[in-house]
């Protein structure tokens, strides 16, 4: 896993730093929350096929009516069509409740990784060095700040809150310090990105940070959850559609945002928000009950050239006999 963020929080951290540079105000959860609407710009694409995918669904549930009806009785011949009927449409029955998740656990992946290696992902190396990295890391351990396995993997954000206790280590340059120091990590003075709410016991501002978490990604999912009950109550009792969507989710974000930095967090509500405004845009642009009834004048105009196709050639092969 760590090898991961390691790969992905190269990319995320080069555009998390831009933006901080550039629209984030010199603050880093302002750049996470900008990035995080950037994220989500990438991944209307997704959505919107979703949105297609759940239409063309309901549109499949008359025809696999018809095969049940047909060959009520006989389960394996039911199986055998509807897998016919699923090739002949190019339709994956599991493929539109949770591709979009998917493709957050990459754009997650890359954030955590930005988060959890600040130094080596979001400073230039002109600023700061591997050597210089591995000296901060080693001197972090040396002092007993790495605290336990779960600390330790977190020895960046360590040295960011530890840098003041830090400036004397052999070998690392005043400017690496400064850089370190110029990092504005603190969330508007309430806590830093780096803290775990799990390390806070009794209460704290940063254990608001995960039950907004959940209460928005919840929000989302039962929105979803609704407007594909009322578009298409056969879908919606799948579990595995929604199970993702409703439940995965919102117990897949508590369970990361409690155990993990506080910036991951304030990713997954920016993310929570800005993918149910998305959610209502798209069904707004493309409206399900028009996009079912375009896609029924479609099948229509095909299946009318195909037997227009199939009348002229079988009146050509009358004629040339």
Not at 150 to 166: F, K, P, T
Not at 169 to 184: C, D, L, Q, R
Request: glycine share 8%.
């Amino acid at each position: 896993m760590t090898g991961i963020y390691e790969i992905l929080g190269v990319p995320f951290g080069f555009i998390l730093r831009f933006i901080y540079d550039t629209v984030g105000m010199g603050n880093y959860a302002v750049a996470i929350v900008l990035l995080t609407l950037f994220a989500r710009i990438l991944m209307i694409p997704s959505s919107i096929s979703q949105q297609k995918g759940m239409v063309k669904t309901q549109r499949m549930q008359a025809k696999l009516r018809r095969i049940q009806t047909k060959y009520a009785g006989n389960q394996q011949k039911i199986q055998e069509e509807t897998n016919a009927l699923y090739q002949r449409e190019g339709f994956n029955p599991m493929g539109a409740g949770c591709a979009p998740m998917l493709v957050q656990f990459v754009l997650l992946f890359g954030l955590i990784g930005a988060i959890y290696y600040p130094l080596s992902n979001f400073l230039y190396d002109s600023e700061i060095t591997k050597e210089e990295i591995a000296l901060l890391t080693k001197a972090v351990q040396d002092l007993g700040l790495a605290g336990n396995t779960r600390s330790a993997h977190l020895v960046e954000l360590i040295i960011i809150q530890n840098i003041e206790s830090l400036q004397g280590v052999a070998g690392v340059s005043e400017a690496a310090i400064n850089a370190i120091k110029g990092i504005n990590f603190d969330f508007f003075g309430l806590f830093s990105l780096g803290d775990v709410p799990m390390d806070f016991k009794g209460l704290h501002v940063i254990w608001a940070i995960p039950v907004l978490s959940f209460v928005s990604s919840m929000a989302t999912g039962f929105y979803s959850q609704i407007k594909q009950k009322k578009q298409n109550p056969a879908m919606a009792s799948n579990f595995m559609m929604t199970g993702c969507m409703t439940l995965g989710m919102p117990l897949f974000s508590l369970y990361f945002v409690v155990n993990y930095p506080a910036g991951i967090g304030i990713y997954w509500i920016a993310s929570s928000i800005f993918g149910f405004i998305s959610t209502v845009i798209i069904g707004q642009i493309y409206n399900p009950k028009k996009m079912l009834a375009k896609l029924m004048v479609d099948e229509t105009v095909a299946r009318r050239s195909r037997e227009n196709n199939l009348k002229q050639t079988v009146e050509r092969k009358e004629k040339n006999n």
